[in-house]
């Protein structure tokens, strides 16, 4: 299960770590798949890999701490001031604290109107044109539609 929040993405998946992995071969990427005919049809189809990358790379970006092992679940927190950090550094598009909340609450809500905004970002409707007005000019969102009838695109 995926669910989204404002600050941050969980990855939820239900079951914990087969009898035949450790928990170092799991952070190193080791693949031991829990269903074999499962993972192998998923290999077929090209929905999967088994080159053991995505959990290294999670905890190479966000640290071990991202990853929580319980006994019926492992939940993957990739939080978004992280992501941002990355981001918001790519050809030169720095961004400030209200500038990233503001995209926050865009990304959370894409039908998300200026006076909500307002209130979630407790920011005046002055600040909040400011702060729209330069995720535009660096290309990070665009408004399709109407203001009354639209929404916000992300575009990075």
Request: glycine share 8%; hydrophobic share 35%; aromatic share 6%.
């Amino acid at each position: 299960m995926i669910t989204l929040y404002s600050d941050r993405i969980e990855i939820l998946s239900r079951g914990t770590l087969p009898p035949m992995q450790t928990l170092d071969g799991f952070f190193e990427g080791h693949s031991v798949p829990v269903n074999e005919k499962l993972s192998e049809l998923f290999l077929q189809l090209h929905i999967s890999e088994k080159t053991g990358r995505g959990i290294p790379t999670i905890v190479n970006k966000y640290g071990k701490e991202a990853i929580a092992i319980n006994e019926n679940t492992i939940v993957v927190t990739i939080p978004f001031n992280r992501i941002n950090d990355v981001g918001n550094k790519v050809g030169n598009k720095l961004l400030n604290k209200s500038q990233i909340r503001v995209l926050a609450e865009i990304r959370n809500n894409p039908n998300i109107i200026k006076s909500q905004l307002m209130i979630k970002c407790d920011l005046g409707k002055t600040s909040i044109d400011k702060n729209i007005k330069v995720l535009k000019d660096k290309h990070y969102i665009k408004r399709q539609g109407s203001n009354k009838t639209g929404y916000w695109e992300i575009l990075e």
